[in-house]
């Protein structure tokens, strides 16, 4: 079956310490992209991919860092510098900008 | 970016038909019209997109103003299972391949009593 696949879908993380987030699609879909979402919010975005090799910073970058080595994956990598990691991560995928996109089921990180 | 304004939220009764209204009025001639929906602890699912003409699938329809300012989300019958929060998001176009963004604002929730 077709779909995006993220993992883990909860990870527990010591506070200083780098984590990445795995995103893969096996859609074909040439633009990836990352989302935050705290309790009760809607989603920011993070960084986005539309082919690979090349990826553009969202709304809220800092402290997060991304790779597009390959089509299918687009991973996460949260660092220390990032002030408030614990959240809801989001993964999305689409073919073009005039078509839907789709999502994976999401990654929920808490650092303690 | 053009942003999008919904009602932060709106309740409906079960097997009913439900209008979710969005106001764009900033649209751009390129930008599309996408919705979707995010159930709790869950990852947006896309509904339905549009550019200028009304639009049906197995979903919902989409009712694009003839000035593109505004769109109205529309689920013929609602059951409990539309509950959930819906996001009306504009998708620009920068050109070329450039997909654009998908910018989320912060969406209607949807209750549905039976």
């Known amino acids: 079956d077709g779909g995006i696949t993220q993992s883990p879908k909860y990870l527990f993380r010591k506070e200083g310490q780098n984590v990445t987030l795995s995103c893969e699609q096996n859609?074909?879909?040439?633009?990836m992209y990352w989302y935050r979402q705290d309790p009760g919010q809607g989603l920011r975005l993070i960084y986005y991919?539309?082919?690979?090799?090349?990826?553009q910073k969202g709304d809220i970058a800092e402290g997060y860092s991304v790779s597009r080595e390959k089509k299918e994956s687009f991973p996460l990598t949260v660092t220390s510098a990032q002030k408030n990691p614990t959240a809801f991560y989001l993964c999305?995928?689409?073919?073009?900008?005039?078509?839907?996109?789709?999502f994976g089921q999401g990654t929920r990180l808490t650092v303690v | 970016d053009a942003k999008t304004t919904q009602p932060n939220s709106m309740e409906s009764n079960e097997e009913e038909p439900v209008h979710l209204p969005c106001n764009h009025s900033?649209?751009?001639?390129?930008?599309?019209i996408h919705w979707y929906r995010q159930l709790p602890s869950q990852g947006p699912e896309y509904v339905i997109h549009?550019?200028?003409s009304n639009v049906n699938n197995r979903m919902a329809s989409l009712a694009i103003a003839e000035d593109r300012k505004s769109s109205t989300l529309i689920l013929h019958r609602a059951t409990l299972r539309d509950a959930a929060v819906y996001y009306c998001?504009?998708?620009?176009?920068?050109?070329?391949?450039?997909?654009?963004?998908?910018?989320f604002g912060q969406g209607t929730i949807l209750t549905v009593h039976p």
């Open positions: 999305a995928s689409s073919i073009g900008h005039g078509s839907g996109a789709f």
């Open positions: 859609l074909n879909h040439d633009a």
């Open positions: 991919s539309q082919i690979v090799n090349d990826f």
């Open positions: 900033t649209i751009s001639g390129t930008d599309y």
């Open positions: 549009g550019l200028t």
């Open positions: 998001i504009l998708r620009a176009y920068a050109g070329g391949t450039s997909y654009g963004k998908l910018t």
